[in-house]
Every structure is written in C-alpha cells, then in structure tokens.
Nanobody, 116 residues
Framework: QVQLVESGGGLVQAGGSLRLSCTVS????????MGWFRQTPGKEREFVAH????????YYVDSVKGRFTISRDNAKNTVYLQMTSLKPEDTAVYYC?????????WGQGTQVTVSS
C-alpha cells in the first residue's frame, strides 16, 4: 500500500510563490517517478511536472517551464513543486502522483488559488 500526503497549497497574489510538498509512506521500493497534475472544474486533469525517482530527469508542461521547479528528497520520500511567478491561470487543485511497478497512486489534492 502507498499513501501520498500533500501540503503547501493556499491563496497567493499573481507573481507570488508557493511550494507544494508530497510525502510518500508505505511501500516505497520500486518507485519509478513522482510528479504533479492539476485540475480545474469541468476540465480534465492536466500533467504539470514529474521527476524520475532514481535519477534527476525532470519534465514539465510548456506552460510552467521556467516558473516551476520539481525536486525530490529521497531520504524523506518527498517531492516538492516550487512555483514562482504564479498566474491566475495556475489556479487549480494540484494532485501528487506516483508511479510504482506500473500502478498510479494519487494524493488527496491541495488547492492553489492565484488572485489577480
């Protein structure tokens, strides 16, 4: 069993910054990648970024490149999403995602609201 616990969402003005955290507990061996998706009402969940657990390769959706940075602390089983220069269109529920042994796991989601 794998559990993901997210934190760090909130309300911020446009141009501000937030850092999201996602900590994994349970069976952590065999993790392939961890990352973040986001979703707004009426839209499909959108990929934001992910990081390969055993290396340092990172991938981002074009709309956040240069503004968001994903990183991980293997010792703490935690992945972070540092978000800077936030825009109102970044407003969404952000979900932590983990892929392990071919299965996807999700956190409960954390709300990020960017006011203009």
């Amino acid at each position: 069993q794998v559990q993901l616990v997210e934190s760090g969402g909130g309300l911020v003005q446009a141009g501000g910054s937030l850092r999201l955290s996602c900590t994994v507990s349970g069976r952590t061996s065999g993790i392939y990648r961890m990352g973040w998706f986001r979703q707004t009402p009426g839209k499909e969940r959108e990929f934001v970024a992910h990081i390969i657990w055993s290396g340092s390769s990172t991938y981002y959706v074009d709309s956040v490149k240069g503004r968001f940075t994903i990183s991980r602390d293997n010792a703490k089983n935690t992945v972070y999403l540092q978000m800077t220069s936030l825009k109102p269109e970044d407003t969404a529920v952000y979900y932590c995602n983990l892929r392990r042994l071919g299965n996807d796991y999700w956190g409960q989601g954390t709300q990020v609201t960017v006011s203009s």
